[in-house]
């Protein structure tokens, strides 16, 4: 039975669709003005898992992951690299997928754009306006009218009075009629991109793309809403303010929100200039151990990106291919169910707990080495069950016997060339009877995590 953290309720829900067996999700994707950094990575890596464990779980899932392709930072950068606005948009959104290509990130069923969908947009302020939620400002800019939603907050938490006193203080409230109304429309500057409606020339706010996107592609209710948990207050709050107004439907029934990465014990964000490129990253290690790294701790909770975890990150994934190294995954169809499969699956349905799955497949690990010399056949089974599972979680990017290959050549680890070298000096030594010297260099691999298996014409290892 699967249950989902709702930032609605505040709580743990059994999971049911609106329609059987169908879900439709939406998540709100990248504004594509710089290249994405790590934050990126780890809420659509988070979502990337989830649905491959809701479609592993039988649910046929249609996934929309929208793009915004106009906004105050893709103008301002336009202007400044004195570019088209549309031009640094492909630029950036072609960067964008590759970045996630790299992470082995699913490509959404649907990636709809903001400028592609203008009349959506307008359609839907026309309704609001009719409906008395929205109005024109004195600037020209057509806002939503937030004290007209009587269950405004409903998401966050937040007091509309407390909203009120706050915005009062420090917003320019000039063209509001209440502090904290938002933008719907917003009235074109001079040499700004801009497009016809209504009221005159000018381009969509925010808040707005996403539930005309989703409208458009599921209609007034749909069954699962993401994104990172900064956008829980404004962006969320009022996509619902702004959807149950027009449609006087419910709008989404469970939200979900990743957590931040910690940089230096602050908010990995573009906009305080604390952030890594996932680019920058990849050129550092492998994206099998980033996304490892990613998926190894929960969703919703902080994570904290540093050197420790990326070298536990590493360590994990080496195990992973060290243990798949000698199986053919050309051909997998694996049905069996295990102990292993089964404790995989609960962890999973208690609200996607990827921590516990990870350290399912540690434990299949331990098992293979248990067997490996016990009964072959068995062991080389959990090696597939560990293919398939690890799958899920889309740790595996590559077969296993190309994990060291780059630029179709073989290239070992470095970590792999030194264990291989003190092996043989261990030999060596334990061949000239040198006992506390072969002693020695099994210490030293035992700190680097390689466990050893001396037999009677050679020595076997493996990471713990």
């Known amino acids: 039975m699967l249950k989902i953290y709702n930032t609605l309720s505040k709580k743990k829900e059994i999971f049911v669709p609106i329609n059987t067996g169908k879900i439709n999700m939406y998540v709100c994707g990248v504004t594509v003005y710089d290249l994405c950094h790590i934050g990126h990575a780890r809420t659509f890596i988070a979502f990337d898992v989830i649905i491959r464990y809701l479609r592993y779980i039988g649910y046929q899932v249609t996934y929309v992951r929208n793009i915004t392709d106009i906004d105050d930072k893709i103008i301002k950068k336009s202007i400044e690299q004195n570019i088209k606005y549309s031009t640094l948009t492909k630029i950036m959104l072609n960067n964008m997928h590759k970045d996630f290509d790299d992470l082995n990130i699913l490509r959404a069923d649907f990636e709809p754009k903001a400028t592609n ?29 937030v004290n007209k939603k009587l269950k405004y907050g409903i998401l966050s938490r937040q007091n509309l009075n407390n909203l009120y006193t706050n915005n009062n203080q420090t917003n320019n409230i000039k063209n509001k009629i209440h502090p904290t109304d938002f933008v719907l429309w917003k009235k074109s500057k001079i040499n700004e991109p801009n497009w016809s409606s209504p009221w005159g020339l000018g381009r969509p706010g925010w808040h707005i793309e996403c539930s005309a996107m989703s409208h458009n592609k599921f209609g007034k209710h749909f069954d699962i809403h993401g994104g990172g948990i900064d956008l829980v207050f404004p962006h969320h709050e009022n996509e619902i303010a702004q959807s149950t107004a027009a449609y006087e439907t419910p709008y989404v029934n469970y939200w979900l929100h990743t957590g931040m990465v910690m940089l230096e014990k602050e908010k990995m964000s573009k906009s305080s200039n604390n952030f890594i490129t996932i680019r920058n990253a990849l050129k550092q290690f492998e994206p099998e151990i980033l996304r490892y790294l990613l998926v190894s701790h929960h969703y919703r909770y902080p994570l904290y990106y540093t050197n420790q975890n990326i070298k536990l990150a ?16 050309d051909d997998i169809h694996y049905t069996k169910n295990t102990i292993f499969k089964k404790n995989f699956t609960d962890a999973m349905n208690d609200d996607f707990n990827t921590p516990k799955a990870c350290s399912i497949l540690f434990k299949i690990i331990k098992e293979i080495n248990r067997l490996d010399h016990i009964n072959k056949s068995a062991a080389d089974e959990l090696r597939i069950e560990l293919y398939s599972l690890s799958n899920i979680l889309g740790i595996i990017k590559r077969k296993p016997r190309l994990f060291w290959k780059k630029n179709n050549h073989i290239l070992y680890h470095k970590n792999n060339i ?47």
């Open 314 to 329: 590493e360590l994990a994934i080496k195990k992973i291919y060290v243990a798949l190294q000698n199986i053919n995954v």
């Open 117 to 145: 969908h203008i009349n959506d947009i307008i359609n839907m302020i026309e309704i609001l306006i009719n409906k008395n939620y929205a109005y024109i400002a004195n600037n020209g800019d057509v806002m939503f009218a």
């Open 418 to 464: 030194a264990i291989i070298k003190l092996i043989s000096e261990r030999d060596c030594a334990r061949k000239n009877k040198d006992w506390k010297t072969a002693d020695v260099i099994r210490n030293k691999l035992l700190s680097m995590g390689v466990i050893l298996e001396d037999n009677k014409n050679n020595t076997l290892w493996k990471y713990k």
